[in-house]
């Protein structure tokens, strides 16, 4: 359908713009959620290696073993803290797109209430023309009438 009137242009933009702003969103929150996905793995891989660490002391382990798994701790701990300040940085996108689709929603909210105005004016436009019509087309027919014991068709 080709918009015929600016008011089904703007709508159809307006849609338009919105289901892109949906989008970008959608892929706002699946980033969000993969990285809160890497952030609860590198948590849970954390945790098992600290109780390997355990583990480890409880059997006994030299220096520069225990040196090892504290580096590899620490360099968790920053993957970790990098995965954090990720997603929040995710999350405020998230925020940012929501508030952009909102946006867009909320103008062709408008948009398409003005067209449903305009539709229900026309629509009582053309039930006073047919009113008009059908009473005009009475009018003429009783005038055409003649009456039969002389009184007036009224």
């Known amino acids: 359908m080709i918009p015929s009137r600016p008011l089904d242009i703007l709508i159809d933009q307006s849609r338009k713009a919105r289901d892109t702003a949906g989008r970008a969103l959608a892929e706002e929150?699946?980033?969000?959620?993969?990285?809160?996905?890497?952030?609860?793995?590198?948590?849970?891989?954390?945790?098992?290696?600290?109780?390997?660490?355990?583990?480890?002391?409880a059997g006994g382990i030299s220096?520069?073993?225990?040196?090892?798994?504290?580096?590899?701790?620490?360099?968790?701990?920053?993957?970790?803290?990098?995965?954090?300040?990720?997603?929040?940085?995710?999350?405020?996108?998230?925020?940012?797109?929501?508030?952009?689709?909102?946006?867009?929603?909320?103008?062709?909210t408008s948009f398409s209430a003005l067209e449903t105005r305009r539709t229900q004016l026309e629509q009582r436009q053309e039930d006073?023309?047919?009113?008009r019509l059908a009473d005009e087309t009475t009018q003429n027919l009783l005038a055409r009438r003649t009456p039969r014991d002389g009184r007036s068709p009224f």
């Open 29 to 57: 929150r699946n980033a969000h959620e993969q990285t809160n996905a890497q952030l609860e793995m590198l948590q849970r891989y954390r945790g098992e290696y600290c109780e390997r660490l355990q583990q480890a002391m």
């Open 128 to 131: 006073r023309r047919e009113r």
């Open 63 to 108: 220096a520069s073993t225990l040196a090892d798994y504290n580096r590899f701790i620490r360099s968790l701990d920053d993957a970790i803290a990098q995965a954090r300040n990720l997603l929040s940085q995710q999350r405020e996108k998230v925020d940012s797109s929501s508030e952009h689709w909102r946006h867009h929603q909320r103008k062709l």
